[in-house]
């Protein structure tokens, strides 16, 4: 569950998290970690999406919220 | 661009005619096969009790009302009509209702807008009739189609990715509350990415034999059924944090944001994670703290992350189908309305 790692020292590493926006590859490699140029893209378009325009982090409740009664 | 009879799944303006029109036609079938298999009024008023088709209003918002317009669309997309598909499409139906009310006995609890009763006997007794239902929807398709050796190749692929389905769902059950990540995955792949497969592959299939096309069609449909998925826990992770319920202990330590967080800690952090765990089956006195440990732990990230996965997925499974029609467009609204949330 690579992804889920690397999800995880997205959110509580910062110097992880900075180097991955420069440079994802030796980011990644340091930590002993790999997972491919499309899991990449999906990353950064969820951290996209995770990030508010004030540039705080969304949490969970926030998006369940949106997806309440979407059946 | 046309305008689909879809808007965003879950608005509440959506048009309902096409479903409307589509249990119409499915009742007058299924009603038809009831009779000629000669089984009592007082039992088929029980089969009809728990099918969404003969109630005086539909309630769109219904997850089984709104995904059984797939094998039709996936039918349209491909070059045909809607109701081509009107045999696959109620199979699907009466399947998807079946493993509903299965689930509900294991769950012990009746979903909503059910009308059966609570005995488990009969939940199961009702599950069986409309398992049998649909083989007879089946058979009354392989009769009807001009096509005898690949309208049972259809039929054989439909079984087998229900068959997957209950693999799934054996899993699912075995795994009690030693279950993983990588299992859930693994579980959603199997339970519900295959059976929405199975609803766009064998509903394309009834107009095309190209073995490309359909695997478009089924890609899409497996990727479809695993973001389904991921947004009924993301409902159930809103139930959990904003209401009074307490979670039934095994569904609740299987949730997905629960398993992500579960696999990422380690250490002191995983062993507190997993005490107050512990400690939310007695009380609810903790809930803020295992929702602060979640969100701390990167779950909203990684559950976006494959949000998007499975959108892109699917949508990237249409693009080499070449016919642009209403019902492809249809489907890549579906995806598109998923992800248009705004946060």
Redesign the interface.
Known sequence: ?T???V??H???DSDFATQMRTDPETALAEKGLTISKE?QA??S???T??T?ADGS??????????????? | MISPHFTLVGDKATKSSDIEDLFSRLLTIIEYLWKRSDVSSEFQNCLRQALPLNKTKIDIDKSSNRWVLLPGLCCSAAGGINSEADYIAGAWLAFYIAAHIMDSVQDKHIPEGLDISKDPSHMLNIASGLFFTAELLLDEFISKYHNQVWGAEIIRNFHTGLMNMCQGQYLDVRSGVDSSLQSFWQISKLKSGMFFATACKSGAAVVSQDEGQLACYYQFGYNLGILIQVLDELEDWYKFSETDKRASGNSFNKSLPILYTKTVLQGDHKNDFEQELSNFCQSLDNRDDIVRMVDQSGAALYILTEIERYSQLALKALEPLIEKNLAKSTLVFLIEGLLDKNI
């Open positions: 569950m992804l889920a790692q999800v995880y997205l959110s509580n899991e999906f990353l378009n969820g951290l999406r995770s508010r982090k969304i949490s969970m409740n926030d998006i369940a919220s949106l997806y309440v009664g979407w059946r």
